[in-house]
T-cell receptor
């Protein structure tokens, strides 16, 4: 597609359930990023994929969070045993090549996750 | 680690000029970027400075002083549609660290 696509756009679930969020990056973009944005806050880096290299998981807040990406395509972010503090907008971004700050990151519209 | 500071809110009137400042502390500096985010929308890239000086893109300009660890975004001829949050971000070798954002309100 023309832009980064994320699904679902909204997700409401009960505390303790697992959730899976999906991101389709722009075709040909080798770098893919996941961020978390709490209400009124900045973007919190979670994880970064670059081609077939080992992902940079340094931003994942706990072992309940994991993410996968197959090659240079779709990525999924999984949150296990959700907690209320996980409520936030989860944003995915892709860029033509990772590593350099000058490469614009193109963001999806995000998944708004609400934990009851 | 990396940290950034920017004002939380700025208000200006339509047609005016506004400057949003950003100071940063970082190890391994790869440049300063600016992103715009409207309420409920996705962040969109505005500009990037790797070297000292001013970069101009239409009504928007961005400035960087590496020796002062400081930059700013300058918005001219403000329009109502410029009301949004503006984030500065510093790059490392692999990722961007974003500031908490500045909420710009443009009044008629």
């Amino acid at each position: 597609g023309a832009g980064v696509s994320q699904s679902p756009s909204n997700k409401v679930t009960e505390k303790g359930k697992d959730v899976e969020l999906r991101c389709d990056p722009i075709s040909g973009h080798t770098a893919l990023y996941w961020y978390r944005q709490r209400l009124g806050q900045g973007l919190e880096f979670l994880i970064y994929f670059q081609g077939n290299s080992a992902p940079d998981k340094s931003g994942l807040p706990s072992d309940r969070f994991s993410a996968e990406r197959t090659g240079e395509s779709v990525s999924t972010l999984t949150i296990q045993r959700t907690q209320q503090e996980d409520s936030a907008v989860y944003l995915c971004a892709s860029s033509a090549s990772g590593g350099q700050a000058g490469q614009p990151q193109h963001f999806g519209d995000g998944t708004r996750l609400s934990i009851l | 680690g990396q940290s950034l500071e920017q004002p939380s809110e700025v208000t200006a009137v339509e047609g005016a000029i506004v400057q949003i400042n950003c100071t940063y502390q970082t190890s391994g500096f790869y440049g300063l970027s600016w992103y715009q985010q409207h309420d409920g929308g996705a962040p969109t890239f505005l500009s990037y400075n790797a070297l000292d000086g001013l970069e101009e893109t239409g009504r928007f300009s961005s400035f960087l002083s590496r020796s002062d660890s400081y930059g700013y975004l300058l918005l001219q001829e403000l329009q109502m549609k410029d009301s949004a949050s503006y984030f500065c971000a510093v790059g490392s070798a692999r990722q961007l660290t974003f500031g908490s954002g500045t909420q710009l309100t443009v009044l008629p």
